[in-house]
């Protein structure tokens, strides 16, 4: 916990001397990360006020990046249009939002760097009852993965779906980041959760990529005149049921391999291993 609080210290202070692309995506991460180590406390310690105020504030940052990444992802998608004449109109319209946000979003992190840093020590917590939360949060999220998982690969259309099991596949991926190796036979294996961990990863990046074609779908739909961005709707929607195919191909493959299979391996969790949050 206290090496992601740091993280996300350093990372916020990157940020605030300059809130370019690459910090936003590295501040965002980093409170991934300690989201993951918070969500996996027992509930006294998630119940500290400093704890608890240092992450909600973090995850109000994290809020408002995901916006101002949403317009970033926009404006990188329209460059192929740069051309048209309805180009300068809507990157325009979406560098006036994102400053706006952006203006907000300093604002919240400079809040951050004012709240004492909290402290917690994996040593001062009983091993039986981090281990007990741990593992619920696991089991919880893969759960929701389980149920989830069919009904993405049954209807492209699932928007909500697609976007819920991304994130639940990311933060059980940063919940396994935090298992250290060990030789411990009685157990999931390393290689195993290292192999979960891949399969999180390839399947959040798909998704997330499918999600990006979402957030531009979305916005082309809301633009007041439709009939000047018919032909870059049609070319996203193009784009994102090839890459929605890829991800139904990519998950067939998986499947039918019994030693790769994302659903069995996932079902080896929870773990009986020591952690370190």
Known sequence: MEENVDRVDNRVNDYIKDSNEN???DVRTAI?????SFRSLPKNLRKKKEIYNFVKTSKRLFKINSKIR???IICEK????????IYTKLTRSLKRRRKTKLTSARKIALSLTYLPIPRVYTKDIPPKKLEMRFNKVVC???ERIELDLPVVLTNANKIKEIHEMRKDCKKLRY???VVPDQNDNNCINDKQIHKIIAGLEDIQDML???HDSDIMIAYLKRVRHLNEVTHILHDELSERNKKYEDFIQFCKRSLSDSRHNFLNQ????PINKKIST
């Open 266 to 269: 996932i079902a080896l969790l």
């Open 140 to 142: 919880r999220l893969r």
């Open 78 to 85: 329209l460059e192929k249009y740069s051309s048209d004449p």
């Open 23 to 25: 910090n936003i995506h």
């Open 32 to 36: 991934r990360r300690l989201d993951a």
């Open 208 to 210: 997330g990529s499918i």
């Open 175 to 177: 919940l396994l980041e």
């Open 70 to 72: 949403d317009y970033d």
